[in-house]
């Protein structure tokens, strides 16, 4: 495995000619490793819906390419340039409505579109810059990647040892993940990193994609659930907590997948280093703190039947939200492409606005 | 449901003719309310060590009237006496091994021990005695949960919100449960108490027990997962936390199972009062603190395919102890059938250990 390549473990790519998309099928994950072509708009949006891909940066750069290959395989066929922005207007609208809180899928989204207006021509040369406009969206992201992991690694050691929650590793991004991207590169330099991934409940992204992907790489993982994390604190305490997050308030405050601010709780009661990675495009500067990120809430099927088997009462009411809010101050910092950020973060963070605008 | 007599829910009960016993089949709750009916020392022994019967009071009891009832069942017979102390002493032996950890059962088991020794005659007077004897630690167990919950009721007021981790219930006693007792007292003196059951991983205890024996009786109960307590406590603050315990030290440190640390750092961090529910046989005053409680360490399988599905890959590994420690700081009160024990606990516990000797 190269883990330098963009999509460095089959996350997704173009099949041969360009006309479809191949992805690996997350939800088989791990008891299969099957990949799934998709050469049409209800598969790509069925993909999307499903979880097959998942991931907010995964699912931009899926949404983008499959733009890219739809328009493509229509191009084969000779149609008129207007004829095929037509259907690309109506594929578009469609997969940005496949998950609507996922924003980067309606920001790739979005760079599709202004690429398919700035380029003039035959449906052949449109369809050609869509191809280039996702595959440069693919690499951009593999690099986000990298360069989180690049600034993460300095916080590993010889051999340490990192607790993580979900999974925001390369499975959820075009590259080698946000989260793990340290572990990767660590792993890459001789570092001997041994990662404990809370399996996370209801969906268990963490035992099914975090534990499968840190395998595959070679890289020594141990599974633990939810509950078991201050245990494991008490007895063996992790060097380092390393997680993702959905969106990250202007305060710092950081949303990320149910689970993560109890962690964060506990590693503050051990002394444990709490960090965040995620790219700036997760940084939302119009809402101050965490009280302004709304909240997903889950069907309670995932919690009451998510193993196919039932496992609470079918009256009982669940409260399943599929977010929690860990406070700045439990937040030792966040790592984006651009470093290592410290408190205050309203600081630190706005200083990336002002940089980026 | 009269929550007063013994087993209100059909933990366990006698047969019609006392030479067996029924149980509630705890695997098949809550898609099925199934009992099956034990009249072989192998049975008995099954239905203990594949947690059909659960929860370290329950098991006691079913120990002791499983003795009586095959006792009784072989008196029936008509055998000399000598021939029913030599049947009783085998299966009394493989009874205590089939968990060997739970220290209710190896105690109730010798109780029957004693009754066996102390009683001359026939074999009809014999298993009179056992019948006897078995009753009255039915009784006894219940009678202990129903203190429990009178002590701990005066800590719920008219619309309480409870939190509790696995199942300390009426379905791990003889009686109304221990972490919920008071609920129960409280429910029939008319206070609307909303208990937040967490499912409690792997084996979801809370989920599929505390939430379907507390919707039998009427009561509001919500499920959550694991992971989810911090994110409650953030919004919809509980008033209170109640857990059960597996063993206590002398100094107050509780190991209960794996999560509760977690939840109490948690209520610790929110302001709210964690109280551990258990009977005093549950203290080990021979253990100075949580260090000398031993910690089961329980099967991968049961997290990687614990509902029949593979959840983590087959070769990566688990680790998984059954219980946490939490230190006696974290704990606002031990209740036991004596009272609210208060801190320091080398005291409060000590005392309790004075007046039983």
Redesign the interface.
């Known amino acids: 495995m190269d883990l330098s390549s963009p999509a460095p473990f089959g996350q997704i790519r173009w099949d041969d000619d360009r006309t479809g998309i191949v992805i690996l099928d997350q939800t088989r994950l791990?008891?299969e490793v099957k990949e799934v072509t998709l050469r049409t708009v209800e598969g790509i949006e069925e993909a999307i819906k499903s979880l097959r891909v998942r991931g907010a940066p995964l699912i931009g750069v899926t949404g983008a390419m499959g733009l890219a290959a739809l328009s493509c395989g229509e191009a084969r066929q000779g149609p008129l340039s207007e004829e095929l922005r037509t259907s690309f207007a109506g594929w578009a609208d469609r997969l940005a409505a496949a998950r609507p809180t996922a924003v980067n899928l309606a920001w790739a989204i979005n760079r599709m579109r202004v690429v398919l207006e700035a380029t003039p021509g035959s449906s052949t040369d449109i369809a050609a810059a869509l191809i280039e406009e996702a595959g440069l969206i693919l690499i951009e992201d593999a690099r986000m990647c990298r360069a989180i992991g690049e600034h993460g690694v300095g916080l590993l050691g010889e051999s340490s040892v990192v607790l993580t929650h979900c999974n925001a590793g390369a499975l959820a991004t075009g590259g080698i993940g946000t989260a793990l991207a340290p572990v990767y590169v660590g792993h890459e330099r001789g570092l001997r990193t041994r990662v404990?991934a809370?399996?996370?409940?209801?969906l268990?992204q963490g035992?099914?994609i975090t534990?499968?992907e840190l395998?595959a790489a070679g890289i020594d993982?141990?599974?633990?659930?939810?509950?078991?994390?201050?245990?494991?604190m008490?007895v063996d305490t992790p060097d380092v907590v390393f997680v993702g997050s959905d969106r990250i308030a202007a305060n710092g405050d950081a949303a990320n997948k149910?689970?993560t601010?109890?962690l964060a709780?506990?590693a503050e009661?051990h002394g444990i280093p709490f960090y965040v990675l995620a790219p700036t495009s997760t940084i939302d500067h119009h809402a101050s703190d965490g009280s302004a990120i709304p909240i997903e809430f889950r069907s309670a099927d995932e919690?009451?039947r998510?193993?196919?088997?039932?496992?609470?009462?079918?009256?009982?009411?669940?409260?399943?939200?599929a977010f929690?809010?860990t406070p700045a101050r439990l937040i030792t910092g966040i790592i984006t492409e651009h470093g290592i950020h410290e408190p205050p973060y309203i600081e630190s963070l706005g200083a990336l606005r002002a940089g980026s605008t």
Chains 1, 2 share one sequence.
């Open positions: 791990p008891s404990f809370d399996e996370t409940r209801p268990l035992s099914r534990a499968w395998d993982v141990t599974v633990i659930t939810d509950g078991m994390a201050g245990a494991l008490a149910i689970g601010y109890g709780v506990l009661q919690i009451r998510g193993f196919g088997r039932l496992t609470a009462p079918e009256n009982v009411p669940v409260w399943s939200p929690d809010v």
